[in-house]
Antibody, heavy 119, light 106 residues
Framework: QITLKESGPTLVKPTQTLTLTCTFS??????????VGWIRQPPGKALEWLAL???????RYSPSLKSRLTITKDTSKNQVVLTMTNMDPVDTATYYC???????????WGQGTLVTVSS | IQLTQSPSSLSASVGDRVTITCRAS??????LAWYQQKPGKAPKLLIY???TLQSGVPSRFSGSGSGTDFTLTISSLQPEDFATYYC?????????FGGGTKVEIK
């Protein structure tokens, strides 16, 4: 059974760096074809894909946020970490991590974590 | 690739047939998925490859289309189907989502 869970701060100040951790079980990020992605959703708005890391450590980022994002994995801990620098109130959103099943299909999602950016 | 969903919201009754459309700004073959999201919950994968039902999803859900025009159909709306639905293109980076269609009770 695949499960994912996001963790991190619920409140960050503008200009700070956000660090979110996705802890998963039921699959290995060392298995060929596997990936974990991050998607966010501002309150009342649509989903926005942020980043994805593959089993072979290949990484992809949203072009509009690429300069602010870093995604890494710790295979031994079954964790994926997303950092986003220079946070702004417009980055207030629920952040989800999700299991990628081929062709960027997200078949299992974490419960999400709401991050508020405010001074 | 931009995805435009229509309508953005609709009101329907239990038992109604509901159709949601998703139009891509360029051809994406059949690389399209549909998700259902209920308030306060993560999205749930319903359909991938435009028309393949994810395991465990009721057969009243169906998808069709290829290229730029896609549809999600709920053949007989059930109380648990009131939610927001999103399409997502898988054809190229970055993966993008449509703006969502909220299905409300009439």
């Amino acid at each position: 059974q695949i499960t994912l869970k996001e963790s991190g701060p619920t409140l960050v100040k503008p200009t700070q760096t956000l660090t979110l951790t996705c802890t998963f079980s039921g699959f290995s990020l060392s298995t060929s074809g596997v990936g974990v992605g991050w998607i966010r959703q501002p309150p009342g708005k649509a989903l926005e894909w942020l980043a994805l890391i593959y089993w072979n450590d290949d990484k992809r980022y949203s072009p509009s946020l690429k300069s602010r994002l870093t995604i890494t994995k710790d295979t031994s801990k079954n964790q994926v970490v997303l950092t986003m620098t220079n946070m702004d109130p417009v980055d207030t959103a629920t952040y989800y991590c999700a299991h990628r099943q081929g062709a960027n299909l997200f078949d299992y999602w974490g419960q999400g974590t709401l991050v508020t950016v405010s001074s | 690739i931009q995805l435009t969903q229509s309508p953005s919201s609709l009101s329907a009754s239990v038992g109604d047939r509901v159709t949601i459309t998703c139009r891509a700004s360029q051809g994406i073959s059949s690389y399209l998925a549909w998700y259902q999201q209920k308030p306060g919950k993560a999205p749930k994968l319903l359909i991938y490859a435009a028309s393949t039902l994810q395991s465990g999803v009721p057969s009243r859900f169906s998808g069709s289309g290829s290229g730029t025009d896609f549809t999600l159909t709920i053949s007989s709306l059930q109380p648990e189907d009131f939610a927001t639905y999103y399409c997502q293109q898988l054809n190229s980076y970055p993966p993008t989502f449509g703006g969502g269609t909220k299905v409300e009770i009439k």
